[in-house]
């Protein structure tokens, strides 16, 4: 499967921003789909992550409450709706997919897309 990913951008602190993951070939309602961010200089961390059926969701106590991701297998899409932005969201994201349930680990997703890149302004 090939993954897609865009929304990024520029936004204020407590701003909003919705980043979207399209997905090209393969099953995408087979796989579980998780977003990872990468700011400079840091290693790539886990942000949240959704089942192939879309009823169970996890998140990074980092985000928990401001962040919701979520899918649309007909659209074949996951988007990460990013809400109350903080500088220190500011990183390059990016979205996964694999097989099996859902997971934090980033080693377990076989399939990513290109980053896109989100900077949040104090």
């Known amino acids: 499967v090939q993954l897609q990913a865009s929304g990024g951008g520029l936004v204020q602190a407590g701003g909003s921003l919705r980043l979207s993951c399209a997905a090209s070939g393969g099953t995408f309602s087979s796989y579980s789909m998780g977003w990872f961010r990468q700011a400079p200089g840091k290693e790539r961390e886990f942000v949240a992550a959704?089942?192939?059926?879309?009823?169970?969701?996890y998140y990074a106590d980092s985000v928990k409450g401001r962040f919701t991701i979520s899918r649309d297998n007909a659209k074949k899409t996951v988007y990460l709706q990013m809400n109350s932005l903080k500088p220190e969201d500011t990183a390059d994201y990016y979205c996964?997919?694999?097989?099996?349930?859902?997971?934090?680990?980033?080693?377990?997703?076989?399939?990513w897309g290109q980053g896109t890149q989100v900077t949040v302004s104090s």
């Open positions: 996964a997919a694999k097989n099996g349930f859902r997971s934090t680990w980033s080693v377990e997703y076989s399939y």
């Open positions: 959704i089942t192939w059926g879309g009823g169970s969701s």
